[in-house]
């Protein structure tokens, strides 16, 4: 779920928290804090492990692995409450070319996600396209994205406090929105710095009312920042701090900069423990196994630290990569530090 959405309906809980009937009060929040708030609604979505899905916001970490990798991942935000978000996805990526070419410098992939959020669902397709250019010791590598939204709305399964209210009148039914992102990302064996836009328009999520009213939602226009280094402790143990920061605004509002802080511990190159820190009032808690040279699995489990916590029941995310390699070389060292 996007991190405005997030906090607005933190902030309704205080008021609707004694209420009996809490889950159907969030609910009604959840979709009016997307349908209806003026302005605009951050249309990405939000990952605990997000140093496995650096593909879904920089289309510029295509082929960074020099292998094919797929990845799958499944999270379910506020199990406890009725409507709160689920999103499910899937990508891969590659290098274009032979295998036995020791560099290749261009990379594409493409990736399928589902969100549902209350009465609303979206499903989003993208293609990507990297060039990487090799410097003594790094590489830079531009990437470009292109897909779109196809936006649902449900509104006739809402028990409307005001009934006839003009902006759920009628189903929205596969709105197509489309989009094109950007990215840069540079590494080597151990470090990287990434910054992307992955949405650059800024489209409507409701067409059909988007004529008559000012206050109907829109995707904003969000700036990502992030980098890691590992570092050595001895000859079993690495540290992996690295960061993710978001930044979205547009001219008629701003969103609170959203940050998260992780510091993950490496044992042996094939199990990681880690923790996150995320600045809208969550800990996050990290486990991911190299299970095999081919596959990997993570799970993590978010804690809020807010007003929500008491309603909210945790969130889980479920992270699953294979890679597909022709040239067992590439095994030379594992996922974590074979560039991230």
Known sequence: MNFMNRKYLEKDLTTFKKLSNLNM????????TVATIPSTAQSDQHYTMFMYNKLLYNPAYAGSRDVTSVNADYRDQW????????TANISIDAPVGSYMKTFRKVATGFSLTNETLGVETNT???????YRIKFKGFIVSMGL????????????????????DPNFVGNVKNNILPNFGAGVYCYDDKSYLSFSVPNMLQDAYD???????????????????????????????????QLLLR????AAYTLPINC???VSAIYMDRFLLGVTYRTDKSVEGIVHIQATERINVGYAYD???????GYSGGTHEIVVGYDIVKDNSKFLTPRFIKKF
């Open 124 to 130: 989003n397709f993208k293609a990507y396209y990297a």
């Open 79 to 86: 199990n406890a409450i009725n409507g709160a978000p689920k």
């Open 303 to 309: 804690y809020l630290i807010s007003g929500l916590n």
């Open 25 to 32: 009060w969030i609910t009604i929040l959840l979709l009016i």
């Open 247 to 250: 930044y979205a605004s547009e």
């Open 145 to 164: 994205s292109a897909g779109a939204d196809l936006y649902s709305a449900k509104y006739s399964d809402l028990h409307l406090y005001q009934p006839n």
């Open 260 to 262: 998260d802080f992780n």
């Open 207 to 241: 067409k059909k009312h988007d004529n008559i009213h000012n206050n109907i939602a829109r995707q904003t226009r969000g700036l990502y920042l992030g980098g890691g280094h590992i570092f050595d402790v001895n000859e079993t143990v690495k540290v992996l701090p």
